[in-house]
């Protein structure tokens, strides 16, 4: 299914630069990891306070980490299991980053309960489901299959409407809604492929 994460080859070609000049330095990827993760952690503090166009530029900030990490080993050829480890730590600790600062701005915000929830209740159990697709994917790659990205609802579009959620404070429950139904829909078709995939009993 189509999603965001196509247009990551786009954004590493848009990054070339940056990615050359590391090269040239020397410069490690897990600087790229921890400036992903920082960015995420400013993000946060933005989200919280509902600053919306700062908390954008940030989680680009966090994406380009999350992109540069990768590409910039792969450039230097110096691509190993820790940096697999220390890149998806960097991810789940700018999810969390990130999450928690909605739940802040929910907590300050207040709203009406849908469903029996609280708009704090619904980001809480939004940042449990934006686990599932990545918990999916390590499973089945501890199984053989590929390490699987992308799908309806990926780290890109979660930061997408963390955004959304920081401009319109009014609107985190949808937000969350659709994190909850997007994360659990993109665990299940990762899973598919993963069940598919060449290897995979």
């Known amino acids: 299914m189509p999603s965001l994460y196509a247009l990551k080859p786009w954004y590493t070609r848009r990054l070339r630069l940056v990615v050359d000049r590391a090269v040239a330095r020397g410069t490690t990827p897990d600087v790229f990891t921890a400036a992903g993760v920082a960015g995420a952690a400013l993000a946060g503090v933005a989200l919280a306070l509902g600053w919306w166009l700062p908390a954008l530029v940030l989680l680009a900030v966090r994406l380009a980490g999350a992109n540069l990490d990768g590409a910039v080993a792969r450039a230097r050829g110096v691509s190993r299991p820790w940096g697999f480890v220390l890149n998806e730590l960097g991810d789940r600790a700018s999810d969390l980053l990130m999450f928690a600062g909605l739940a802040v701005l929910a907590?300050?915000?207040g709203g009406d309960p849908v469903a029996g929830l609280t708009p704090l209740a619904w980001v809480l159990v939004a940042t449990v489901a934006a686990t599932l697709?990545?918990?999916?994917?390590?499973?089945?790659a501890g199984a053989g299959a590929p390490r699987l990205n992308g799908g309806p609802l990926g780290k890109t579009e979660r930061c997408l409407l963390a955004v959304v959620g920081a401009a319109v404070p009014a609107l985190l429950t949808?937000?969350?809604?659709?994190v909850v139904v997007g994360s659990v829909l993109?665990?299940?078709?990762?899973?598919?492929?993963?069940?598919?995939?060449?290897?995979?009993?």
């Open 107 to 109: 907590a300050r915000t």
């Open 133 to 140: 697709p990545t918990f999916v994917s390590l499973a089945g």
């Open 186 to 201: 993109t665990a299940v078709v990762r899973a598919r492929r993963i069940r598919h995939a060449p290897g995979v009993a």
């Open 174 to 178: 949808v937000v969350a809604v659709v």
